[in-house]
């Protein structure tokens, strides 16, 4: 019984005297595993990046340094930190956009915490079109909506030809309202590919003529075969950026020839980790900058 004793209590003290400082690293929470092979969501789509907004404080884009004027928004808890606070009339103009203007495809990344948006269509941002009623690239919850289901719409003008095509393009998100949402919304030049993302999955649009369309094919005019191809903002007037609202609510000349309209109003609810991209992201890129971000990476 002796032997057992003893071997037991050295086993013990043994046992004791192992402690973390002893194995040093090897007691750190390992990593999460990549996703898509993407371990932080700043990895996605690197070489990709335009535009990003953390809102940690600032209105200020971490990439170019775009900085803005405040209209009455504010900071508000974020999915990551810090997001952007919208009211029925808030807003930040950006009248020196960098390079977003000469995008000729994109992807508009954001989060979003909205709240029914109560009869008044809410914008939530504009490349504008100094010389016309709507912006370049317009994103905006519009009625007729239900208490859960988002009415949300995107609105693209592109100089094509010497002519200012417009596409109207909308889809119903479900159980879109009071919790946080991932949107991703893409284009293609080279396939004129159009697609809405929410929480990565890809959502039937109705746009051109085409109705409940999964990544809908653009035209330049509804039935014809000439593809919309690549975009041209600049040569359509796009010289400023409005996050939290339309173009025309600021009611500001340098940014549209349309003044501020009754039935519109801004985006009341938080934004957060707003990224813009000069490319169509895949639907794995997509895919994995939802889950990372969801993950606070």
């Not at 990003?52 to 930190?81: P, V």
Request: hydrophobic share 40%.
């Amino acid at each position: 019984m002796k032997s057992v004793y003893t071997f037991s209590l050295v086993f013990i003290l043994f046992a004791v005297a192992c402690t973390k400082a002893d194995y040093g690293d090897d007691f750190k929470p390992s990593p999460p595993p990549p996703i898509g092979n993407y371990t932080i969501s700043d990895d996605v789509a690197r070489d990709a990046r335009v535009a990003k907004w953390s809102f940690e404080d600032s209105f200020t884009d971490s990439l170019q340094q775009l900085a803005g004027a405040n209209s009455a928004a504010s900071f508000a808890e974020g999915l990551k930190g810090k997001g952007y606070k919208g009211n029925d009339v808030s807003y930040v103009t950006y009248k020196q956009p960098g390079t977003i203007p000469s995008l000729q495809e994109f992807t508009v990344s954001f989060w979003m915490n909205a709240i029914p948006i109560n009869g008044l269509a809410r914008g939530i941002f504009s490349l504008n079109n100094k010389t016309d009623f709507w912006g370049n690239l317009d994103i905006y919850l519009d009625n007729p909506t239900s208490p859960d289901s988002a009415h949300f719409k995107v609105h693209i003008g592109s100089n094509v030809n010497g002519a200012n095509i417009g596409q109207f393009a909308e889809t119903w998100i479900p159980k879109a309202f009071n919790k946080w949402m991932h949107i991703a919304i893409t284009y293609s030049a080279s396939t004129s590919i159009f697609n809405i993302y929410a929480n990565s999955q890809a959502y039937p649009i109705t746009v051109g003529g085409q109705s409940n369309v999964v990544g809908p094919v653009l035209y330049a005019n509804a039935g014809t075969n000439t593809k919309y191809g690549p975009l041209d903002f600049a040569g359509n007037n796009a010289t400023a950026v409005v996050l939290g609202t339309w173009q025309f609510q600021p009611n500001d000349p340098d940014i549209t020839s349309t003044g501020s309209q009754s039935w519109a109003a801004s985006f009341a609810g938080v934004l957060d980790e707003f990224r813009i991209y000069n490319r169509a992201l895949t639907p794995n890129e997509v895919n994995a900058l939802f889950r990372l971000e969801k993950l606070g990476l």
